[in-house]
């Protein structure tokens, strides 16, 4: 049930506007994502998964990612206080950031992408990660 709720919302937005502020421009970035805080192993390590995907479009605030899974190891990518690593490999070089998710969906109807999509809001980033994906944004943008 939660899956239908997702989906109308999704086309009452393309219906009715999008009421986000920052311009979002079609880019398909590769991408590898982690949780916030690796978890603890039982011997003590720290085990820090990851799940590699590609991005749908950016924008200033924001990325939407495609991941194959909602799931990484036994932990949901969104959730509540929720805040992922994610390495976005840009023509310039490698950029990091930490996002938080607003908003996902299954892809399973969509034409050409499969697994989920998950909406987030950028967060946290170095002044230099930030000023390169800036400018990489606003070249998209023309």
Do not use: C, W
Request: overall charge positive.
């Amino acid at each position: 049930m939660p899956e239908l709720a997702r989906s109308l919302v999704s086309q009452l937005r393309r219906f009715v506007g999008d009421r986000r502020r920052a311009k979002r421009q079609k880019a398909r970035l590769a991408f590898t994502l982690s949780l916030g805080a690796a978890a603890i192993k039982l011997n003590g390590s720290r085990q820090s998964s990851i799940l590699k995907g590609h991005t749908l479009d950016v924008s200033i605030t924001g990325v939407a990612l495609i991941v194959p899974t909602i799931l990484l190891g036994e932990h949901h990518l969104v959730g509540e206080n929720r805040k992922l690593n994610v390495q976005l490999e840009l023509p310039q070089g490698m950029v990091e950031m930490k996002v938080v998710p607003i908003r996902y969906e299954s892809l399973e109807d969509h034409e050409t992408e499969t697994g989920y999509l998950i909406g987030t809001k950028i967060v946290e980033m170095s002044e230099t990660d930030r000023e390169r994906f800036t400018q990489y944004v606003t070249g998209l943008l023309g």
